[in-house]
């Protein structure tokens, strides 16, 4: 392959077709070396455009129509921006969608995550049966989320269900109907997700925590800082990059909320999430493939923001 | 209901026959925009196979093999269908038939894609709305040929439930189960009640077991559809069959003060149902009809598997039911009920339905014999034969009643959800709105009301 003994430099218009330097050293690539690399960003790159570039590019498409999932789509099928409007001004479930999915992620970052944080800092440190502890926090934590729903909707149900009969609250005077009443059932279920969320965190952190300098705290010890004013003052600051995991796990993790409010009634009843209203209109029976691709498209754009935010700040460190 | 768009492309219709050859194999613009709706390869495959010729030469044949999609995925009725194709397979020469079992729920919400894809070449499915529907958007094909020879073991009702919009047939109706309210006879008997026949002593019935410490009426409605039985019955009793049919299909307005008038008279009874409804499921409903906590529950006729699975026999054989009180309505003489009918169909874009029709029609032709439906019904219960020649003589007391209590009737619906739009009667739409009725049944009615036809109207053209 190699033609010219040339000595290369990078910036040389001839870079690429060299082999060796005189030194015998690699430093620019070969035409091979190309192909190689070619491949190496080319596959994930096909991937890319064919798993997420084009479902997302038909989506805002499809967004765009009526389609209703039978035949092909054609020119009639388009109807502006019907689809958005409707969604926006008639449709009486997108807003309490919206509203679920912003409670969804003030729970979780304001009760949920700071559980699981405060565990983790409770759990990083020599207490007796420690492996014990952060077994029962991480056990939710396998349990994939539809297990986790079935879980709670047993211990949920009415008349049926551990929490009620233990709190003799089945009677018909007093029965808490902790799935079915709408005012209480969006809460019911972020307990169940938290029961996971907390373990989830709590290891992350735990593992962030076991990384920071032990000599730091030792010298804020030294300074005379009580265990707070550490956390708080060193700790934290020093684990900001394991905070913006978390922030945007915690943000990830309430907009893709879907499968405990699925399992237990399809996501009706005051438990509608903008994900949900997705599915049912398009991959149920019910089949309104456009109107469910145009809610996708605003969920895409909601989301966008805590992903622009994340890559923005580690590009920005790097 | 006309077609908006050819569902597949150009196509060309050999002289003197029926036979068309579709023209477009390759991939179109459609095509692929196609497949970026769905997102499944299955839908790819189907594109590229391009659609299938249908033949309409001898009816029935034996031997050879064919395929059955079957949404009868619980362990019961999954047995009874096993039992009915081992009987075919020996009647009809050892045709082979591979049966597609996929999970009821997900059966459901793919039917659209299933269809289109590579579906199999029978397919279990319910009449109605939702049968006619694919019978217009060409994903079943007709079967006016094995009808013709079956058609005598059939009542008229049955006959009309299985046409399609253009006149021509698109399913062997099987079975069926009524809609009635269901009751315990020790338990009436003990505080020696009266079957109520009309709508006021059917309240005062529902306030004397209130005093007697039960629950008068069970309700569930977690799973969102139950809700819908309650809805259709009222709608038919005070409104009348066809305002309810056209109100299904869009061409009565959900507006009209007639649905107002159901949500006022529904709100008398529900101060009986069981607390907590909308967080029970019709199992656990059941259950308290069962343990005796509760007095009534209007359900379907499946809600005897409830009984069955308590494992006492003296349970199943205390169930019984009565038909709706009358309402004093002119319509009351029509005796409506939901009477859901459970059918086989022909998928016409299975790949093997050209070479496999005379087996799949064969197959149906089966299924539509009086001792086949028994021989279903006597691994799966839940539901009652379609067959005149069928042998009625084996069923027991409950069944035979529900039996007469269909044919009493004037007018069969098949619940709403099969007589209207998926679309408008899944969780987000009608489940929904009659989850946000009955948790506040006094409200004025009319702004949901609104909500409902908004959402009506802003539908894509079916």
């Not at chain 1, 009677?171 to 029961?195: C, Q």
């Not at chain 2, 049968?131 to 009542?155: C, H, Q, S």
């Not at chain 2, 006021?200 to 077991?209: G, I, N, R, S, Y």
Request: net charge neutral.
């Amino acid at each position: 392959m190699a033609t010219s003994i040339t000595p290369a430099r990078e910036d040389s218009p001839e870079a690429g077709e060299l082999v060796a330097t005189t030194k015998g050293r690699y430093n620019v690539l070969t035409r091979y070396d190309r192909r190689v690399l070619m491949l190496m960003v080319g596959i994930p790159l096909l991937l890319d455009i064919v798993f997420i570039w084009w479902p997302t590019l038909s989506s805002i498409l499809l967004s765009f129509t009526n389609y209703n999932g039978v035949g092909e789509v054609g020119w009639n099928n388009f109807i502006g921006l019907k689809n958005y409007q409707f969604m926006f001004s008639g449709y009486t479930l997108f807003w309490p969608a919206f509203l679920h999915n912003v409670i969804w992620l003030a729970w979780l970052a304001f009760i949920a995550t700071p559980l699981g944080i405060l565990f983790a800092v409770l759990l990083d440190r020599d207490i007796r049966g420690v492996g014990f502890y952060q077994s029962v926090f991480f056990l939710p934590v396998v349990l994939s989320l539809v297990i986790v729903g079935f879980i709670w909707e047993l211990q949920f149900s009415p008349t049926e269900g551990f929490i009620n009969n233990v709190l003799q609250r089945t009677s018909s005077t007093n029965i808490i109907d902790w799935l079915g009443n709408p005012r209480i059932n969006l809460y019911a279920i972020l307990i169940a997700a938290t029961w996971r969320h907390v373990g989830y965190i709590m290891v992350i952190y735990l593992a962030g925590l076991k990384s920071v300098d032990p000599t730091l705290r030792e010298a804020a010890k030294v300074d005379g800082a009580n265990e707070i004013q550490i956390f708080f003052r060193v700790v934290f600051p020093v684990m900001a990059p394991i905070n913006i995991v978390v922030v945007v796990i915690t943000s990830i993790e309430a907009l893709r909320a879907f499968d405990i409010a699925f399992i237990i009634n399809q996501g009706k009843n005051g438990l509608e999430l903008l994900s949900i209203l997705i599915t049912n209109n398009s991959i149920s029976e019910a089949s309104l493939v456009g109107f469910g691709s145009a809610i996708a498209v605003i969920l895409l754009l909601i989301s966008l923001v805590p992903i622009v935010i994340f890559l923005s700040r580690v590009m920005r460190t790097r | 209901m006309t077609r908006s768009r050819d569902p597949r492309g150009e196509k060309i219709v050999l002289p003197g026959t029926t036979i068309e050859l579709p023209l477009d194999l390759d991939l179109t613009r459609r095509d692929v925009l196609k497949i970026a709706g769905y997102g499944s390869l299955a839908a790819f495959l189907a594109a590229c196979g391009g659609g299938t010729a249908t033949t309409t030469t001898s009816v029935t044949a034996k031997g050879g093999s064919m395929s059955l999609g079957s949404y009868l995925s619980d362990a019961v009725p999954k047995k009874g269908l096993q039992d009915v194709v081992d009987a075919f397979t020996k009647a009809n020469g050892g045709t082979k038939v591979k049966v597609n079992t996929v999970d009821h729920g997900t059966y459901q919400n793919q039917i659209n894609s299933y269809l289109q894809g590579t579906p199999e070449d029978v397919f279990t499915w319910f009449s109605g709305h939702r049968m006619r529907f694919f019978a217009d958007k060409g994903l079943a094909a007709p079967i006016d040929d094995v009808w013709n020879e079956v058609k005598g073991n059939f009542t008229e009702g049955f006959a009309n439930s299985v046409k399609g919009n253009d006149g021509h047939v698109y399913a062997i109706p099987t079975s069926y189960y009524p809609w009635a309210i269901f009751y315990r006879k020790d338990v009436f008997q003990q505080h020696s009640y009266n079957i109520p026949t009309n709508w006021d002593d059917f309240k005062k019935l529902a306030e004397q077991m209130k005093k007697d410490g039960l629950t008068p009426i069970a309700f569930a409605d977690k799973d969102g559809w139950p809700a819908m039985g309650t809805f259709d019955i009222l709608n038919l009793r005070m409104n009348g069959y066809d305002f309810h049919t056209e109100l299904c299909v869009g061409k009565q307005k959900w507006t009209d003060s007639r649905v107002a008038n159901v949500f006022k008279k529904w709100s008398e009874i529900t101060p009986y149902y069981s607390p907590a409804f909308a967080g029970l499921t019709w199992q656990e409903a059941a259950k308290q009809l069962l343990q005796k906590k509760a007095g009534m529950y209007l359900l379907g006729l499946f809600v005897s598997e409830q009984f069955v699975a308590s494992g006492n026999p003296d349970d199943l054989a205390q169930l019984d039911f009565f038909p709706f009180p009358d309402l004093g309505t002119n319509y009351d003489s029509e005796k409506a009920l939901d009477a859901p009918i459970d059918v086989f169909m022909m998928a016409k874009k299975s790949p093997t339905l050209s070479a496999d029709s005379g087996q799949a029609k064969a197959f149906l032709e089966f299924m539509s014999k009086g001792s086949t439906q028994i021989t279903f019904w006597k691994a799966s219960p839940g539901a009652i034969p379609t067959a005149k020649d069928a042998d009625q003589s084996q069923y027991p007391a409950l069944t035979k009643k529900a039996a007469q209590i269909v044919s009493g009737a004037k007018r069969i619906t098949q619940f709403f959800d099969r007589d209207s739009r998926p679309d408008f009667s899944g969780p987000n739409s009608m489940q929904g709105f009659l989850l946000s009725y009955l948790a506040n049944p006094k409200q004025d009615t009319s702004s949901l009301q609104g909500k409902m036809q908004s959402f009506w109207d802003s539908l894509p053209p079916e």
